[in-house]
């Protein structure tokens, strides 16, 4: 991994231990959005296990004033496209009622003053992950207080390129595709083109004209829904599905390409996001890397 990339946070594993119970979200958009508060001023967070590592939005540096002691370049990298930035150096985010260190959060240019800060994977692997979806609500769970093994029934693999998880979905009976589970993909499957086209699914189906924003840039996309698509135990109809348009730039390929110890390539073909998570309850463990889905009582 890029140097530039490995932004640590200070934190154990143990920080939330003492708080057992959930924690309200807002569904903004098909993201996960939660308050914070930085050197006093109040914004929310956006939690994205699609994102290596942790950025705050520079328009709410500036507007605040805030005097974070700036540290050298670093590039973010979206599936639309490529931006060179700076680091800050130690900013301390209160969230979900504790105090959370982070060591370098890369500046970036999020879309909206309601999003002040993106969490990413350098802060989320710490953590057994619960999220239900169908109520709005989260809970970050010690790893000595739960063992997936026995429970697991998705089956997945981790990304160690870009700290993200890799999940299989299966469509039309015999395909499974390759996703990087991503939170902060606010649609449902985000598909490389060069992946549906292989399997035709651009003559196969209505298309629809749409748009996809990343953090990098907004870029056009086709968009069509699919049934009969498997996600773990469960059969999912009408699952919208998105495709860059001819032209447009999109990076899966390249900037997902992950390898196990022994270098070998893994087959990734697209990002997992909202319109399928959205139906379930989540508990996931990156380190283990087992995955729990259930539908909500």
């Known amino acids: 991994m890029n140097k530039l990339l490995m932004l640590l946070v200070l934190v154990s594993s143990s920080v939330f231990a003492g708080d057992d119970g959930w924690t309200s979200f807002i569904d903004y958009e098909g993201q996960i959005k939660v308050p914070v ?22 328009s709410f540096v500036v507007k605040n004033k805030i005097n974070f002691t700036k540290g050298g370049k670093v590039r973010i990298t979206g599936v639309s496209g490529r931006l060179t930035t700076h680091y800050f150096k130690d900013i301390n985010v ?19 003053n309601q999003r002040t800060v993106l969490i990413g994977m350098d802060f989320l692997h710490n953590f057994i992950i619960k999220i239900d979806y169908p109520n709005n609500r989260l809970r970050f769970i010690n790893r000595d207080d739960m063992d997936l093994k026995e429970n697991k029934n998705v089956t997945a693999d981790f990304n160690d390129s870009m700290n993200g998880l890799i999940v299989n979905v299966g469509i039309e009976k ?12 606010a649609g449902g499957i985000l598909l490389d083109r060069k992946v549906a086209n292989r399997y035709g699914l651009l003559d196969r189906y209505p298309i629809e004209d749409g748009i996809g924003r990343g953090v990098v840039r907004t870029i056009k996309l086709k968009q069509f829904s699919v049934s009969d698509v498997q996600f773990g135990p469960y059969t999912l109809d009408n699952v919208v599905m998105r495709v860059p348009a001819v032209g447009e730039p999109y990076l899966v390929s390249d ?36 995955v729990h889905i259930e539908m909500p009582d």
Not at 48 to 57: K, P, R, Y
Not at 174 to 185: E, I, Q
């Open 37 to 58: 508060s930085i050197n006093g001023f109040e914004g929310f967070a956006i939690l994205d296990t699609g994102a290596t590592h942790s950025s705050i939005n520079e």
């Open 174 to 185: 015999n395909k499974v595709l390759k996703l990087l589970l991503d939170t902060g993909n």
């Open 94 to 112: 209160s969230l979900l009622g504790k105090l959370v260190k982070f060591k370098k959060m890369s500046s970036s240019k999020l879309n909206e």
């Open 255 to 290: 900037l997902y390409s992950a390898y196990d110890r022994g270098n070998r390539r893994k087959r990734i073909d697209g990002l997992l996001g909202y319109d399928v998570l959205k139906r379930f309850v989540l508990t996931i463990d990156y380190k283990t890397r087992y």
